[in-house]
């Protein structure tokens, strides 16, 4: 098992940045693939991007291609996610998830390990 807590949410203006943060408890840490996924109101939960075990492969959404980034160190059971020029759009509440399985998916029902989520408000 592993529990997901995210960190790092707030209200920022277009154009800024953000790093969310989710720290990670538990054994088997290291040998899930993690990925971040985000729901605004009224909106389905989508994918942002995923990272595998050794940090060797990334995969973003085209909506955020080019300027969030997905980092992990296992060193610190953390994975990080940089967001950079961001835009009113990236409004949503930002999920941390982690799935056992050996490659990147990006399906929410792929994921067994969820965090409790971290508002992410931009303003224009």
């Known amino acids: 098992q592993v529990q997901l807590v995210e960190s790092g949410g707030g209200l920022v203006q277009a154009g800024g940045s953000l790093r969310l943060s989710c720290a990670a408890s538990?054994?088997?840490?290291?040998?899930?693939?993690m990925g971040w996924f985000r729901q605004a109101p009224g909106k389905e939960r989508e994918f942002v991007a995923a990272i595998n075990r050794s940090a060797g492969n990334t995969y973003y959404a085209d909506s955020v291609k080019g300027r969030f980034t997905i980092s992990r160190d296992n060193a610190k059971n953390t994975v990080y996610l940089q967001m950079n020029s961001l835009k009113p759009e990236d409004t949503a509440v930002y999920y941390c998830?982690?799935?056992?399985?050996?490659?990147?998916?990006?399906?929410?029902?792929?994921?067994?390990?969820w965090g409790q989520g971290t508002q992410v408000t931009v303003s224009s």
């Open positions: 998830a982690g799935t056992p399985r050996m490659t990147i998916a990006t399906s929410s029902n792929r994921y067994d390990y």
């Open positions: 538990g054994r088997t840490y290291s040998s899930v693939v």
